[in-house]
């Protein structure tokens, strides 16, 4: 049973163009939602993340946007660059009683042409 | 402050052999996870220590384990490995393991079980 999930596994987009990156989830339980960025043979970066609380949350060229009844969340990058040229994972955790593991969709590649 | 960082970088095994892992978490942190990450597919978790008690496990056999030490530098160790254990192994650490804060993530150690 897959939580959370990343339709797209790759998108395209032209240099200074928007990328829309989405994210779904199954989970109600979910309340603190993360994006990272992973370029090969590193590992994940943290790049924003947003409280369930809320429903924007923005970071220079990065905003996040939760629809809490809809349990989607989307990464925007405006604009974009070529070095932005990543796999992107969305990543959830939730309230327990011991710990915070993530739970990751299975990314998306996001090229960004020049 | 340093990141965190992880050893080796590369490994290659042979079936049913143990292989151990280290980690060093960033500078503060006393909460350590460890994920597995398959080829083309988002990180898993596997568990997490918190100040040297296991403090959460995911859907891994017991042949996984672990340790964290007093300076919250962790081991994962794997016995009797498996084919399908060759995957990309990535630590992550964070300050107190509450759900709403980031995980900050290794370089990754990158595993073959041949």
């Known amino acids: 049973d897959q939580q959370v999930k990343q339709n797209s596994p790759s998108l395209s987009v032209q240099e200074g163009r928007i990328s829309i990156l989405n994210c779904d989830y199954t989970?109600?339980?979910?309340?603190?939602f993360l994006w990272y960025k992973k370029y090969p043979a590193e590992g994940p970066t943290f790049l924003i993340s947003?409280?369930?609380?809320?429903d924007k949350n923005e970071d220079g060229r990065f905003t996040v946007f939760l629809n809490k009844s809809a349990k989607h969340l989307s990464l925007h990058i405006v604009p974009s660059q070529p070095g932005d040229s990543a796999v992107y994972f969305c990543?959830?955790?939730?309230?327990?009683?011991?710990?915070?593991?993530?739970?990751f969709g299975g990314g998306t590649r996001l090229m960004v042409k020049p | 402050e340093t990141g965190v960082t992880q050893s080796p970088t590369h490994l290659i095994k042979t079936r049913g052999q143990q292989v151990t892992l280290r980690c060093s978490s960033q500078?503060?942190?006393?909460?350590v996870s460890w994920y597995q990450q398959a080829l083309g597919q988002g990180p898993q978790f596997i568990f997490q220590?918190?100040?040297?008690?296991?403090?959460g496990r995911g859907n891994f056999p017991p042949r996984f384990s672990g340790l964290q030490f007093p300076n919250y530098s962790s081991e994962l160790n794997v016995n009797a490995l498996e084919l399908d254990d060759s995957a990309l192994y990535l630590c992550?650490?964070?300050?107190?393991?509450?759900?709403?804060?980031?995980?900050?993530f290794g370089p990754g150690t990158r595993l073959l079980v041949l």
């Open positions: 992550a650490s964070s300050p107190r393991g509450t759900s709403q804060e980031t995980q900050y």
């Open positions: 989970n109600s339980m979910f309340d603190y």
């Open positions: 947003i409280s369930s609380i809320k």
């Open positions: 990543a959830a955790s939730r309230v327990r009683n011991a710990g915070n593991m993530l739970t």
């Open positions: 500078s503060g942190h006393n909460t």
């Open positions: 220590y918190y100040r040297e008690e296991e403090n």
